[in-house]
């Protein structure tokens, strides 16, 4: 079975910080799927970004870059110059043998002006 | 445009009855699935199907049930042996089901009790 913990519940920056969201998660899989979804106020959960387990580049994209660490089995997340327009609940998930998408608790992050 | 609409956005349940949610997608995916949402917590799934007419139970299935009829559509009842329905529904759909498959999701239901 999968895991996944986001030990950060709420985090506050204040514009312009850069911020780091934590993901640690457990499986028994050789082979498995790491994903972030952003859920802003409106509910919608969106993609950002799919990781396999045989990937362990790190990947940036704008303001955004992950950290994937197997060693430490981690999937980092970080905003750099955060924007108001960040503020929301972001998810961290796993995939593997299983076949169905294992979601953390989720940590709501708020970017104050 | 192409996307997962859920309906109605809101939704109030009494006592007693069955209620349904609404989940339509025109991506031409194959699987679908039904999540909760609790404050605090992370999405569970209910449900999820891989193709027309069939369907597999999630972790939390007790007091729902689903249909798969045609491929874009999806319904989720909650019926009134679900005693706290009280929650956020989300509704997604990957192309298929396979642990790479990304999955997209509607932009909810959120059900309250009366």
């Known amino acids: 079975a999968q895991k996944v913990t986001q030990a950060q519940t709420e985090i506050s920056v204040v514009e312009k910080e850069d911020v780091t969201l934590d993901c640690v998660y457990e499986?028994?899989?050789?082979?498995?799927?790491l994903f972030w979804y952003k859920q802003p106020p409106s509910g919608e959960l969106v993609f950002l970004i799919r990781?396999?387990?045989?990937?362990?580049q790190n990947e940036i994209s704008g303001r955004y870059s992950w950290n994937f660490q197997k060693s430490t089995s981690s999937f980092n997340f970080t905003i750099t110059a955060s924007q108001v327009v960040d503020s929301a609940v972001y998810f961290c998930?796993?995939?593997?043998?299983?076949?169905?998408?294992?979601f953390g608790s989720g940590t709501q992050l708020t970017v104050l002006p | 445009d192409g996307g997962i609409t859920q309906s109605p956005k809101y939704l109030f349940r009494k006592e007693g009855q069955n209620v349904t949610l609404s989940c339509e997608q025109n991506?031409?995916?194959?699987?679908m699935y039904w999540y909760r949402q609790d404050p605090g917590q992370g999405l569970r799934l209910i449900y999820y199907?891989?193709?027309?007419?069939?369907?597999q139970k999630g972790d939390i299935a007790e007091g729902y049930s689903v249909s798969r009829e045609k491929k874009e559509s999806f319904p989720l009842t909650v019926t009134s042996a679900q005693k706290n329905p009280t929650a956020f529904y989300l509704c997604?759909?990957?192309?298929?089901?396979?642990?790479?498959?990304?999955?997209?999701f509607g932009a909810g239901t959120r059900l309250s009790v009366l």
């Open positions: 998930a796993s995939s593997g043998s299983a076949r169905q998408l294992t």
């Open positions: 199907s891989q193709i027309v007419n069939d369907f």
């Open positions: 990781r396999n387990s045989f990937d362990e």
């Open positions: 499986t028994r899989d050789t082979t498995y799927y």
């Open positions: 997604a759909s990957s192309m298929g089901n396979q642990a790479k498959n990304i999955q997209y």
């Open positions: 991506l031409n995916h194959d699987a």
